[in-house]
């Protein structure tokens, strides 16, 4: 699996199929990039688990913090995990010890581990790396379009009218892979040089 | 399925674009409006805190605006673009997030004469210091490199002279800065060159020129590469650092790869205020959807009109880089295979009479101070865009005294070429 650049129809079949995400580093803290993802994928209708031992006993949108994977106690879809690349693989090894094993494994942009990801593949499970859902759902929905954002899609389909809490269709023409060549080519470049 | 790559006449008429969600309608609708309701409080709290994306304020950004931002962002293949009121705007609004009072940039010699104006006197009214290199001297480039260098400018193709830039070169002693390169690709358009390819950082365009392609709109656009990682050492504190105007969100951190484009927008536009029109946008927007047809025909034009040129007895020099022989043919091979653009300079013999006597006796070529037009147009530099460079400038710039510029529009040949005949004799 190449993770220098992903394929839409990958990317897609994973937003449409997931339905719960435990999300590992969270924070309640309502400017830290984890809080928007989280507020953002709630509100687009995931079954959204905030995972953080430094905040048990809170809530992040009605939802109580639990302090591990273990502690969900019921089977998740997806792990997105927002933590810095360092401390990818202790996470990645607790997914897999659950039972059932989440489907997907999510490393926030920024955060790539590739020998988490070989071992998680190994076991059958699908890894984006360095890569965020709020901005990949707005892009493939072309909500993102608003930004100024290349959706790197198009569609002559009249567009869904946006409201708060609806899915839009991620089901658009998409224009080669998951962002311009130009991105990737330094993302692989600083990966190569980090 | 695997994804197909659609052509550039494909994004060029598509991208960005698609049928109104509320009455289907097929063109961009003109969202001529200040304002957007919200859903409610927590709606607007998410939209002012860049928790969610939506509309705001035209000042902040617009759905026609925003279709002409994706646009061009997918033709010049960047992550994201942000237009702006002009090309002026777009440059100011760049160097706004880079430089701090003290810091420096590296600006190619051949620029647009506006642009040398703006980067002498209005930046370093703010501080921002210039230091000029010469682009057909890459060492210069190297040369002016400072601790205090936070960018470097350049043009695609040079406006007045046509010249062809080695982008690739310049793009290499900005990587070894640790600078973006900045690209005004205003006069290349993505159709014949695309900066990003060849290295540039952000690509910044005046979309009164051949975008826009009728003479008939103000505006400019900054397009993200998605390529620069503005968090290194700590440089460019506007993407790395916590941002006091929105409670302490670090832009990079919170938008990846298009973070540039919205530090430009929700810290450059929304402060600065240069916001273009809806109207403008949807003007552009229209004229953006034939480029890759009249960009061609520009070319062509402009490289018979340059033919005609060199072979005529009243000319002393004709600066084309599609004629063989020119000293930028090479790079125009590698950079701009499809043409060497429509703008370009000729000198007379006849020396500075000569030139305001050409641009009097022409009859279909417009005597104006613009470029990129359906329209030819005409200008004698050393008498009105660059007349305020000292005479050195002016020369250095691709402006001297014997010098016309041409910027080539899409009528028919034979009838330019006639034009510019009757007035040679006259
Ligand atoms: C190469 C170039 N850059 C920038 C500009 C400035 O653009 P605007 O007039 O839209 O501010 C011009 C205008 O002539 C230009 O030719």
Redesign the interface.
């Given at each position: 699996m190449n993770h220098d650049a992903y394929?839409?129809?990958y990317i897609r079949s994973i937003l449409n199929n997931v339905k719960s995400i435990a999300m590992v580093g969270a924070s309640p803290v309502?400017?830290r990039?984890s809080?928007?993802a989280f507020?953002?994928l709630a509100q687009r209708g995931y079954d959204m688990i905030p995972v953080n031992p430094g905040h048990v006993g809170k809530t992040l949108m009605g939802k109580p913090f639990v302090a591990s994977l273990a502690d969900i106690g019921r089977p998740i879809d997806m792990v997105d995990i927002f933590r810095n690349s360092s401390h990818i693989m202790p996470v990645v090894d607790e997914a897999l010890a659950l039972t059932p094993p989440p489907k997907v494994i999510w490393m926030q942009?920024?955060a790539r581990d590739d020998a988490a990801a070989e071992k998680a593949e190994a076991a059958g499970l699908k890894v984006v790396m360095n890569r965020?859902p709020k901005?990949e759902y707005?892009r493939l929905s072309?909500?993102?379009?608003?930004?100024?954002?290349?959706?790197?899609t198009?569609?002559?389909?009249?567009?869904?009218?946006?409201?708060?809490g609806m899915r839009l269709s991620l089901n658009r023409t998409?224009?080669?892979?998951g962002?311009?060549?130009?991105?990737d080519?330094?993302?692989k470049n600083?990966s190569e040089t980090s | 399925m695997t994804d197909r790559l659609p052509g550039f006449a494909t994004l060029a008429v598509h991208a960005g674009a698609q049928p109104d969600p509320t009455t289907g309608a097929r063109a961009t609708p003109i969202y001529q409006t200040t304002s957007f309701v919200f859903n409610d409080a927590d709606h607007a709290a998410s939209l002012f805190g860049l928790q969610a994306f939506g509309n705001i304020y035209t000042r902040i950004g617009n759905p026609t605006n925003a279709v002409l931002e994706e646009r061009v962002a997918a033709l010049e293949g960047g992550t994201a673009a942000l237009a702006v009121a002009s090309g002026h705007a777009a440059q100011l609004v760049v160097l706004q997030q880079l430089l701090r009072p003290g810091d420096e940039i590296i600006a190619a010699r051949k620029l647009y004469g506006g642009s040398i104006n703006q980067f002498t006197h209005a930046f370093k009214a703010f501080g921002w210091n210039v230091a000029w290199a010469d682009p057909d001297e890459i060492s210069t480039f190297e040369r002016a490199v400072t601790p205090h260098t936070k960018a470097i400018f350049i043009e695609s193709i040079a406006n007045p002279a046509g010249s062809i830039t080695d982008i690739e070169a310049i793009a290499a002693v900005a990587r070894k800065a640790g600078v973006p390169l900045i690209v005004d690709n205003t006069l290349a358009t993505p159709y014949l060159i695309k900066p990003i390819d060849h290295g540039a950082d952000i690509v910044v365009h005046s979309l009164t020129k051949f975008l826009g392609g009728h003479g008939n709109s103000l505006g400019g656009i900054i397009v993200d590469a998605g390529t620069f990682d503005w968090s290194r050492d700590n440089k460019y504190p506007m993407l790395s650092e916590p941002r006091p105007e929105y409670h302490g969100i670090k832009i990079q951190e919170t938008f990846g790869n298009f973070a540039f484009a919205i530090a430009c927008r929700v810290l450059g536009l929304r402060d600065l205020g240069p916001a273009l029109s809806p109207f403008n946008a949807f003007m552009i927007l229209t004229g953006i959807e034939t480029l890759p047809l009249r960009m061609q025909k520009h070319c062509d034009n402009a490289k018979a009109i340059a033919e005609f040129l060199a072979g005529h007895p009243a000319v002393s020099a004709v600066n084309y880089p599609g004629l063989p022989g020119d000293r930028y043919n090479n790079l125009q091979r590698k950079y701009a295979p499809k043409g060497a653009g429509a703008v370009f300079t000729f000198s007379l013999k006849g020396g500075y009479d000569a030139g305001v006597n050409l641009v009097s006796n022409l009859k279909l070529f417009s005597h104006l101070a613009n470029v990129g037009d359906t329209r030819s147009l005409v200008i004698h530099p050393a008498s009105t865009t660059h007349s305020q460079l000292d005479d050195d400038a002016k020369v250095r710039s691709g402006a001297g005294p014997d010098v016309v510029r041409l910027s080539i529009g899409i009528e028919d040949k034979e009838d330019l070429i006639a034009d510019l005949e009757q007035a040679l004799d006259a």
């Open positions: 394929d839409d129809n309502n400017v990039p809080y928007f507020k953002y942009l920024g965020c901005i707005g072309s909500e993102i379009s608003w930004m100024g954002v290349n959706s790197r198009l569609s002559s389909k009249r567009a869904p009218i946006p409201t708060q998409s224009l080669g892979g962002q311009t060549a130009a991105s080519r330094a993302a600083k | -």
